[in-house]
């Protein structure tokens, strides 16, 4: 199980992070209720992006959905994501909106989940707003 995590403290809270942000990712695809495959699919592409290998995505998504279940806040998702660079948190912007839009639209839910994040990770509400943009008209 997750080869690239082995005998390395620094790569245990790499996982820990990764799992946290898988969470807050399938957080929002099911804040609409619907929780469907491409918005999976999403998120395993999101993690492959950040060189996760093929098979340890299922194990990586399956702890993810299990953390996301018991949690309740996003605060347990965020705060260690918030201490990552800005690269990462602009990928995983970038994921959310995608997750978001995978249906065609963003519901007020979703918009307070994205403009609540900007906050916590840190980030300028124009940079949600462009990477929205661009996720939205592509």
Do not use: C, P
């Not at 245990?12 to 957080?27: D, M, P, Q, R, V």
């Not at 491409?38 to 998120?43: A, D, H, Q, R, T």
């Not at 909106?97 to 065609?104: H, M």
Request: no cysteine; net charge positive.
């Amino acid at each position: 199980m997750f080869k690239f995590f082995k005998k390395n403290k620094k790569k245990n809270s790499i996982k820990e992070i990764y799992i946290k942000t898988a969470a807050l990712l399938i957080h929002a695809a099911k804040i609409d209720q619907n929780y469907h495959v491409n918005e999976k699919n999403i998120i395993k592409k999101t993690f492959i992006s950040l060189g996760v290998e093929n098979e340890d995505i299922e194990s990586l998504i399956s702890q993810a959905e299990e953390y996301e279940g018991k949690s309740n806040q996003i605060l347990e998702f965020t705060r260690e994501i918030k201490k990552t660079d800005q690269n990462f948190k602009i990928k995983i912007i970038e994921s959310l909106w995608r997750i978001i839009y995978s249906d065609g639209n963003a519901d007020i839910y979703e918009n307070s989940l994205m403009r609540r994040l900007s906050g916590l990770l840190y980030l300028e509400d124009k940079i949600v707003g462009e990477i929205k943009k661009k996720v939205k008209f592509n």
